[in-house]
């Protein structure tokens, strides 16, 4: 027999054996149970006997579980009396029972039947024992069960409880994890702030007083702490600096004998970061006069580098040149630095070198210009006299005042060191100061003092007048104030007791008032009476005027014209006047100096008549209430009669010696304001 046939025999062998052992425990289970059952049986029937016996009692909950135990189900008690997993244990042997003779253990179902059924008659002879064992065994497996429940209970609630804990904070652990980023990276420059570490939005988190201070244009490593809500977080923030600067380059020119660094030929650097500029291969040859190329690197603290060319050129003529104010003009070698036969280009005297300021100069040396900048600058400090002065209180000076002689080539302005008090009586030290158009200052003492003044002003002139009724009066002229100190002298006149319309005398005060406060005080009469006009009078008043305007080698139209300027220059206009008296209206004009179009053509009928012009009136035809007056003259030139208008009007027309022609072209585009009745006049060409 092949060994393959040997081992599927002996596998059958095995699994025939296995399946007997396995018929064996599951017959001693089923006896078990019937067994558990037939002992309920008796403890029922006993306790409803001793029911039927017994009186009843009083039911309560600790008799009923006193009463009834908890007994072992069948499984239990099957299990108890079962060997485990078919594995039993010898008494003498530790060889498992599953290595028993196979007849013997064929024969066990036959002896467990013949025991259940001779059992009859001995458990009724003995069945008031079995009871009370079966009942006081059946509470010790109860109690038992009981106990081994609630320590497995036990066990399981602490087991979940370990569970929720150790989720819950696996849980919050992840939550707060999931709240912030941990490391944060920025281009320098950029701005940060807290939400940049956020996960979720928070306005309430904010960096901690343990995080470092981020400065966004220095590149480098920061670490911070956010708070956001209840957990605090350690974070870092790198900043970093990946773009190279922005340059822009100009060419620089220096003087011959100087130097200049890389910066020099920077105009402007755009970078995040602080730079710093270097020649890129090699620094210039500044003692070279030809134009060079120049190549320049600029750094960023990030290292990158940016390369750009410009030009240098070494100048042989001075950029700039300062000259002393008040000095001569500086020769051509003043401005040349190296080299021969340089030429003056710029006109030299047209250069006022007593006033400081800067002026370009043009120099050519060897067929090419250069411009200097010429500085004329005033570093020498005025040189100044003082002279102390005495004077009444109350009288403020100015710094010049003190000053009695000053020697500078620019101008001079004085000041106060501190401002002296021109209303304190005695003498004191003030300071005077000097400063001169370059602002070079110097300063001298002097000695203010002054005097206290009760000597009250004088008035002159103040006289009793006599005016006429609705005339202008004015009350100063002819008055007079004086003082023994007349700064500050005060003239006032109170005439608010007048009524010019009215006839009668008011009283007129004049107050005099100095700047210590002394004060004089005159009153006179003013008498207004009646206006009467005379054409005497009033032809005295024009031909006072002729005697200051005209002469006799003068033409007609001379006359005529001194005539209408003059009346134009001192009469001024007013809407109204009374009408119907001529002599009237040329006595406002030349007295008061005011009236409307009517006091202007009396005024022109009185000075033209009194010069031996011939004249006559005209007036408009009216329209409305509007009138309008003027005259015509003839001047003797043979062409007849003009028009003669001195009223001024808006647009400013000059209307002498103007021919009908003209006042109708003129009438007819303003309102019709010269249009006359003509059969009422000489004809007029």
């Not at 007997?20 to 059952?37: G, I, L, M, T």
């Not at 309920?40 to 001793?50: G, P, Y």
């Not at 594995?87 to 003498?92: A, E, F, H, P, T």
Request: charged fraction near 25%; proline fraction near 4%.
């Amino acid at each position: 027999m092949s060994k393959k046939k040997r081992r599927n025999k002996k596998k059958t062998a095995v699994q025939k054996k296995t399946a007997v052992q396995k018929k064996a425990a599951a017959r001693k289970k089923a006896a078990a149970r019937k067994k558990a059952a037939a002992q309920k049986r008796v403890i029922a029937q006993k306790r409803m006997q001793e029911a039927a016996e017994k009186p009843a009692e009083p039911y309560t909950e600790e008799a009923a579980v006193k009463e009834i135990p908890e007994e072992p189900c069948a499984e239990e008690a099957a299990a108890k009396e079962t060997p485990e997993e078919f594995v039993l244990k010898d008494d003498n042997s530790n060889k498992p029972a599953a290595e028993e003779n196979p007849a013997e253990k064929a024969e066990e179902p036959v002896a467990e039947a013949e025991t259940e059924e001779g059992s009859g008659t001995e458990a009724a002879s003995q069945e008031p024992v079995a009871e009370a064992a079966a009942e006081e065994d059946s509470s010790q497996i109860s109690e038992k069960k009981r106990l081994k429940i609630s320590k497995k209970q036990r066990t399981l609630l602490t087991a979940v409880l370990a569970v929720l804990l150790i989720g819950s904070a696996i849980g919050l652990w992840l939550y707060q994890e999931n709240l912030v980023y941990k490391v944060c990276r920025v281009e320098a420059g950029v701005p940060v702030s807290v939400g940049d570490f956020l996960k979720k939005e928070d306005e309430t988190a904010y960096f901690t007083e343990k995080s470092d201070e981020i400065h966004i244009n220095v590149p480098g490593e920061y670490h911070l702490n956010v708070k956001t809500g209840l957990w605090t977080h350690d974070c870092t923030l790198y900043i970093e600096d990946t773009i190279p600067p922005e340059v822009e380059v100009q060419p620089v020119t220096v003087e011959y004998g100087q130097t200049c660094g890389a910066m020099d030929f920077i105009s402007s650097v755009t970078d995040a970061t602080e730079t710093t500029a270097s020649f890129f291969t090699e620094e210039p040859d500044f003692s070279l006069t030809e134009n060079q190329k120049v190549v320049i690197a600029v750094t960023d603290a990030g290292n990158n580098v940016t390369i750009a060319e410009t030009e240098l050129k070494v100048s042989m003529v001075a950029s700039s040149l300062t000259v002393e104010a008040g000095s001569d003009a500086p020769a051509v070698s003043d401005f040349v630095l190296i080299g021969s036969g340089a030429e003056m280009i710029t006109n030299m005297d047209s250069i006022d070198f007593t006033k400081p300021g800067v002026h370009n100069v043009v120099i050519e040396l060897y067929g090419e210009r250069y411009t200097t900048a010429m500085e004329i600058a005033d570093t020498v400090a005025p040189v100044f006299k003082v002279k102390d002065l005495e004077l009444y209180a109350n009288l403020s000076r100015e710094p010049g005042d003190f000053v009695e002689s000053a020697e500078d080539v620019t101008e001079i302005t004085y000041s106060f060191e501190t401002k002296p008090d021109f209303t304190m009586i005695g003498t004191q030290e003030v300071v005077i100061i000097a400063t001169d158009e370059g602002g070079n200052r110097s300063q001298q003492e002097a000695k203010l003092t002054l005097l206290e003044d009760t000597e009250p002003p004088t008035i002159v002139g103040a006289e009793d007048r006599t005016v006429f009724q609705k005339s202008s009066v004015s009350y100063k002229t002819g008055v007079r104030a004086h003082d023994n100190c007349e700064e500050g002298l005060v003239l006032s006149v109170d005439a608010s007791a007048v009524n010019i319309n009215e006839i009668g005398t008011y009283p007129v005060v004049y107050t005099a008032t100095d700047r210590a406060g002394n004060t004089t005080t005159v009153s006179v009469n003013l008498t207004v009476r009646e206006q009467t006009y005379d054409i005497n009078e009033v032809n005295a008043l024009a031909d006072a005027v002729l005697a200051k305007i005209i002469t006799d080698d003068m033409s007609q139209y001379d006359k005529a014209w001194a005539i209408f300027q003059y009346i134009r220059g001192h009469v001024g206009y007013i809407s109204h006047s009374e009408k119907g008296n001529y002599v009237r209206a040329a006595y406002e004009g030349l007295v008061n100096g005011r009236g409307d179009c009517y006091v202007y053509a009396s005024t022109s009928k009185v000075l033209l008549t009194r010069a031996g012009i011939p004249n006559l009136d005209i007036e408009r035809i009216p329209s409305g209430t509007s009138m309008h007056y003027w005259n015509l003259v003839d001047i003797g030139d043979g062409w007849g009669w003009y028009h003669f208008d001195t009223t001024p009007r808006v647009d400013h027309p000059t209307i002498f010696l103007w021919n009908d022609t003209q006042i109708t072209e003129y009438s007819n585009s303003h309102k019709n304001c010269h249009n006359y009745d003509r059969s009422r006049y000489p004809e007029i060409k």
